[in-house]
């Protein structure tokens, strides 16, 4: 049986206030044409298929087209629900759907496999939508982290396959050990701080296929991340683009090989003083990618988002990140506007503040000079 391993669609998520829609459309459609090409049998998608539990009515629709196009190109479709997911949302389209695609988001049908037979007879699929501890305390006693839920899910899938005997793909929703995130992009799966599933906890299947980090990651042959299908963060912009394309045989795990998927548009990440930024004739080829700018200058430039653009039309994000940060003296603002005596200390307490320690320039101080004694003039003559 050949499987393709995919998650963490994330419909309809915007990058930086971005659509995403078309150039997800765009990648799945790719995704597609090589489930026809490489004659895949099963398609997992493990989670996070929206990136709202409230989608818009245009996200319902890239997510129908996708899975009517897999399933027109020949293989079966096997659905969970992850943290962004609504499940119950999710669910209820299952009804709608034709029939090979198959959207799991019980927690009571953990231990209930979907079975579907090759050559070498029965593979049991078990979804494991994303499992909330708060939400299943009183199904599952003494379970209060997603470690916890986790092992429950599994012991009930192991004991099911201990009957049942054959092959298995498990597939669930969860932040593994071992795994390297990407900063400020997928939420913490937490109950009371970060909550990290063991890897043991996965054994006794031939193929356990993991969504919720966005990059591909291999924890052992048989345990896997496919990461997204696109780049949501400029943290991602190194992270290939792919799924897992897995073979069983009639002994179980085979071969896994690594698809890649195009990418619409790059991302790139440029750092340096701002003027060489606009000017540097070795930043040309990023005139058609997404661009995040560091500008290092001491201080902040004015606009610096709209003069980016003027260059790279497609600059969505701007970063002031001075090449040196000045210590200051510890003091809050508050402190320093109290400990003001004249009006020039507190304009130097409110300089100082926001330019990371730097207050006033010799040509600044000239023209702060010039105001504040023009304002005493007009008060004495008022």
């Given at each position: 049986?050949?499987?393709?391993?995919?998650?963490?669609?994330?419909?309809?998520?915007?990058?930086?206030?971005?659509?995403?829609?078309?150039?997800?459309?765009?990648?799945?459609?790719?995704?597609?044409?090589?489930?026809?090409?490489h004659d895949v049998d099963v398609v997992i998608v493990a989670g996070d298929v929206f990136d709202s539990a409230t989608p818009a009515a245009a996200c319902y629709t890239l997510l129908s087209d996708a899975l009517r196009g897999?399933?027109?190109?020949?293989?079966?479709?096997?659905?969970?629900?992850?943290?962004?997911?609504?499940?119950?949302?999710?669910?209820f389209q299952a009804g709608l759907l034709r029939d090979g695609i198959h959207v799991l988001t019980d927690p009571d049908a953990v231990g209930t496999p979907l079975t579907i037979d090759d050559a070498h007879g029965p593979v049991h699929f078990y979804g494991i939508p994303y499992l909330e501890?708060?939400?299943l305390r009183h199904r599952w006693e003494g379970v209060r982290t997603q470690a916890a839920v986790l092992g429950r899910a599994m012991d009930l899938v192991r004991a099911d396959l201990a009957e049942r005997g054959g092959r298995s793909v498990a597939?669930?929703?969860?932040?593994?050990?071992?795994?390297?995130?990407?900063?400020?992009?997928?939420?913490?799966?937490?109950?009371?701080?970060?909550?990290?599933?063991?890897?043991?906890?996965?054994?006794?299947?031939?193929?356990?296929?993991?969504?919720?980090?966005?990059?591909?990651?291999?924890?052992?042959?048989?345990?896997?991340?496919?990461?997204?299908?696109?780049?949501y963060?400029?943290?991602?912009?190194?992270?290939?683009?792919?799924?897992?394309l897995v073979d069983?045989?009639?002994?179980?795990?085979?071969?896994?090989?690594?698809?890649?998927?195009?990418?619409?548009?790059?991302?790139v990440t440029?750092?340096?003083?701002?003027?060489?930024?606009?000017?540097?004739?070795?930043?040309?080829?990023?005139?058609?990618?997404?661009?995040?700018?560091?500008?290092?200058d001491d201080l902040p430039e004015a606009d610096p988002l709209r003069r980016l653009q003027?260059?790279?039309?497609?600059?969505?994000?701007?970063?002031?990140?001075?090449?040196?940060?000045?210590?200051?003296?510890?003091?809050?603002?508050v402190e320093r506007v109290r400990a003001a005596r004249t009006d020039r200390e507190l304009v130097e307490a409110f300089l100082s503040h926001v330019r990371e320690g730097q207050g006033a320039t010799e040509r600044e101080a000239e023209i702060l000079e010039d105001v504040l004694d023009e304002r005493v003039r007009q008060e004495a003559l008022a």
């Amino acid at each position: 049986m050949r499987i393709l391993h995919t998650s963490d669609w994330h419909i309809g998520r915007t990058f930086h206030g971005h659509s995403t829609l078309d150039a997800l459309r765009g990648v799945l459609d790719e995704l597609t044409a090589q489930v026809r090409a490489h004659d895949v049998d099963v398609v997992i998608v493990a989670g996070d298929v929206f990136d709202s539990a409230t989608p818009a009515a245009a996200c319902y629709t890239l997510l129908s087209d996708a899975l009517r196009g897999i399933a027109d190109a020949g293989a079966r479709v096997v659905v969970t629900s992850g943290n962004h997911d609504s499940a119950a949302r999710l669910g209820f389209q299952a009804g709608l759907l034709r029939d090979g695609i198959h959207v799991l988001t019980d927690p009571d049908a953990v231990g209930t496999p979907l079975t579907i037979d090759d050559a070498h007879g029965p593979v049991h699929f078990y979804g494991i939508p994303y499992l909330e501890p708060a939400l299943l305390r009183h199904r599952w006693e003494g379970v209060r982290t997603q470690a916890a839920v986790l092992g429950r899910a599994m012991d009930l899938v192991r004991a099911d396959l201990a009957e049942r005997g054959g092959r298995s793909v498990a597939i669930a929703h969860c932040f593994a050990a071992g795994v390297e995130p990407t900063p400020h992009l997928e939420r913490d799966i937490q109950q009371g701080g970060l909550d990290v599933v063991p890897l043991s906890t996965f054994d006794g299947v031939d193929y356990m296929a993991l969504g919720h980090i966005h990059g591909r990651q291999r924890l052992a042959d048989h345990v896997r991340y496919a990461g997204a299908p696109l780049h949501y963060s400029f943290g991602e912009g190194d992270k290939p683009r792919g799924s897992w394309l897995v073979d069983l045989d009639a002994d179980g795990l085979s071969t896994v090989e690594w698809l890649a998927l195009p990418v619409p548009r790059r991302l790139v990440t440029l750092r340096g003083p701002f003027a060489d930024i606009l000017a540097d004739e070795a930043h040309a080829d990023a005139a058609d990618a997404w661009v995040c700018v560091e500008y290092t200058d001491d201080l902040p430039e004015a606009d610096p988002l709209r003069r980016l653009q003027q260059r790279f039309p497609f600059c969505a994000k701007v970063v002031h990140a001075p090449a040196v940060v000045r210590q200051g003296d510890r003091q809050s603002y508050v402190e320093r506007v109290r400990a003001a005596r004249t009006d020039r200390e507190l304009v130097e307490a409110f300089l100082s503040h926001v330019r990371e320690g730097q207050g006033a320039t010799e040509r600044e101080a000239e023209i702060l000079e010039d105001v504040l004694d023009e304002r005493v003039r007009q008060e004495a003559l008022a």
